[in-house]
Each structure stands twice: as structure tokens, then as C-alpha cells.
């Protein structure tokens, strides 16, 4: 472990302690009865994905390069039908090294959350993903990676059909 990192303050929650009822705690059963479309733009991103291929929009007015895709441009408030193929390589714009899972749960192992400008869009367009196959430590702004997707067969539309990006090779 880098001298970078510090070990966190505080105390890691045993789930053991929790359910020997340690600590105060509430449970409830979520009940989920909602479902809604993803709309004309993401849909067609979601269908891209399946082929392996990411798709932005473009704006008449600005000419700016949208991904993920738009059906209209925040900046000119016009509707957008013009699709763009972009690449599925990209720029690290940030990222941040976690020790923290989704249950709040310590990690030995970091996960390296980064958002990605998608080369062929415009500066600032990118995607929130995660990174794989390199050093935390040598993880930088301006490192240029690319995506690994999943075998075509196992492709379900959705933004995990990219596993994650890599340093470009
Ligand atoms: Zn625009």
C-alpha cells in the first residue's frame, strides 16, 4: 500500500455484531412496483452496447457530441436526431481509488471508479465507469485507456456489457 493512503479513522461494522443486535438498527422490505423506459436516446446507447459500439447525438446548433446520448442539447434547448458513432476509447478525466464497498464494507483491494471522455465526443462527454487490469498507483488524469467488453453472447444492453477500461495498449 502506497504511503498515499492513509488508513481511514473509525470502526468497521462486523456483520456478526450487527446481528447480535450491537449496534441500533432498522429493517424493512423494499417493495419495488415501478418500471419506466429509458427513453429514444438511451435505448439506442443500450442497443449499441449490445453490438459492441457506443453512440452519441449531435447537435445542429452547437455541434457538440453528446454521450451518453441526448434527444436534446441542454446548452440550446433544441431537440437532437443526428446520431454519431464515438470510439470506445477515451481519456481518464478523473477517478478516485475506493476501499469501500457498497455495503459500506472495507475492501482489501481498491476499486478505481473513473469517469472517461469518449474520444470522438466533445471535451467534457464521458462515462462513469470503472477501471481494471492496473496499478491504483499509476492511474492518472490524461491516461489514455480503452474499453474490454464482455463476449458479444453475454451482452444484455447495459452500461456492465463494458467490464471496464484499461490502459490502452
Ligand atoms: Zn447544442
Redesign the pocket.
Known sequence: MSSKIRDYPGTEVDPKELQAGKFLTTRYETVLRYSWTSGVAISRFLDGLKEGELWATK?D??G?VLVPPRAY?E??F?PIDKWVRVKDTGTVNTFSISYVNNDASRRKKPIIVAVIDIDGASPGMGILHIMGGVDPQKVHVGMKVEAVWKPKAERAGAITDITHFRPRV
Open positions: 447537435c446548433r452547437c457538440r442539447c446548452e440550446d433544441a
